[in-house]
Nanobody, 123 residues
Framework: VQLQASGGGLVQAGGSLRLSCAVS????????VAWFRQAPGTEREFLVA????????YYADFVKGRFTISRDYAKKTVYLEMNGLKPEDTAVYYC?????????????????WGQGTLVTVSS
């Protein structure tokens, strides 16, 4: 499976962005897809994931109520809607996938990664 993240940019604090992750391959909708982010000098951190066929979703506590994951099966795309953005949300955002149908929060459990898209939130 191949992943391509897009939609990043510069936004003011309190604003919103929607990131997209295009998933290509033989059976893209059978993959669990997650979003991670990495700020300079920090480790990549888990944000949210949706299991294949969207049977379950899991959010990191610090994004609950602000970030929403969704999937468009026809477009083979997973979205991350981000609202109420803060300067500390500034990071490179990555989408990742695994075929096991189980949600993991560890980067090691995702063998496929997109290239990342930069989100900058100004104060």
């Amino acid at each position: 499976v191949q992943l391509q993240a897009s939609g990043g940019g510069l936004v003011q604090a309190g604003g919103s962005l929607r990131l997209s992750c295009a998933v290509s391959g033989r059976t893209p909708n059978r993959y669990t897809v997650a979003w991670f982010r990495q700020a300079p000098g920090t480790e990549r951190e888990f944000l949210v994931a949706t299991s294949r066929f969207d049977t379950s979703t899991y959010y990191a506590d610090f994004v609950k109520g602000r970030f929403t994951i969704s999937r468009d099966y026809a477009k083979k795309t997973v979205y991350l809607e981000m609202n109420g953005l803060k300067p500390e949300d500034t990071a490179v955002y990555y989408c990742a996938a695994n075929k096991r149908g189980v949600i993991y929060s560890n980067t090691d459990d995702y063998p496929s990664w997109g290239q990342g898209t930069l989100v900058t939130v100004s104060s």
